[in-house]
Nanobody, 123 residues
């Protein structure tokens, strides 16, 4: 069992650069592929970024070049550094973990989810 807790978010001005953190419980964090998803009101949950257990990163086209995902296995933490935020980035951001997965962008394949943290970008 893995518990995920997101930290960060809140109200940010457009162009801002907040960082989200996701702290995982358990001693097998390094075995998990980790990802961030987001869900805006009235929209489906969408993939943002992922880092596999080997450290390779993947990004949605909408955030590529602006967001950076990273992980610190010693701290059981995955981060999402968000730069140049836009109002359309407003959403609840979720951290997710998967032990076995082929398509890191497929939210249905993730085993564990955090409770989510709201990010609101004001223009």
């Amino acid at each position: 069992q893995v518990q995920l807790v997101e930290i960060g978010g809140g109200l940010v001005q457009a162009g801002g650069s907040p960082r989200l953190s996701c702290v995982a419980s358990g001693r097998t964090f390094s075995s998990y592929h980790m990802a961030w998803f987001r869900q805006a009101p009235g929209k489906e949950r969408e993939f943002v970024a992922a880092v596999n257990r080997g450290g390779t990163t993947y990004y949605a086209d909408s955030v590529k070049g602006r967001f950076t995902i990273s992980r610190d296995n010693a701290k059981n933490t995955v981060y999402l550094q968000m730069n140049s935020l836009k109002p359309e980035d407003t959403a609840v951001y979720y951290c997710a973990a998967a032990l076995l997965i082929r398509d890191l962008a497929d939210y249905a394949r993730y085993d564990y989810w955090g409770q989510g943290t709201q990010v609101t970008v004001s223009s």
